[in-house]
């Protein structure tokens, strides 16, 4: 009942989740639905000491993105204390512990909110709040 305004397409960097992510790019377009972009979860670790990670690879999703001609929104990196805090009530925590999360999301969605903008699907960009 509500209007689509687009999908947003999320991936993992490693190939067998990049070959879904393509095969539901082609059902959007198939469904006439445009796609906004392309997300990477996942994109990589941080560890305790602050360290990053590829550990299943980094970048493949923005490779696709390229490949399938539409914008990538971002890289959503992963760490310990995201399941921690999540498995005790606590995600807003998340962004305290880690600010590259919160750095990442927000780019993300202002990403996205320039995706819809160049649209003109969305009068106001979306507001991505986080306390």
Known sequence: MLPLTGAVIVATPQ???LDDA???AHMFTQLHTPILGVVENMSYFIAADGSEHDIFGRGGTEKMAQQLGVPFLGSIPMF???RI???HGKPDWNFTVNPKLKDALENMVRNLAGQVS???MQPAAPELTIQ
């Open 15 to 17: 190939q067998v989740a």
């Open 22 to 24: 393509i095969r539901a």
């Open 85 to 87: 805090n999540s498995d």
């Open 118 to 120: 160049k649209r003109n």
């Open 80 to 82: 310990t204390e995201l």
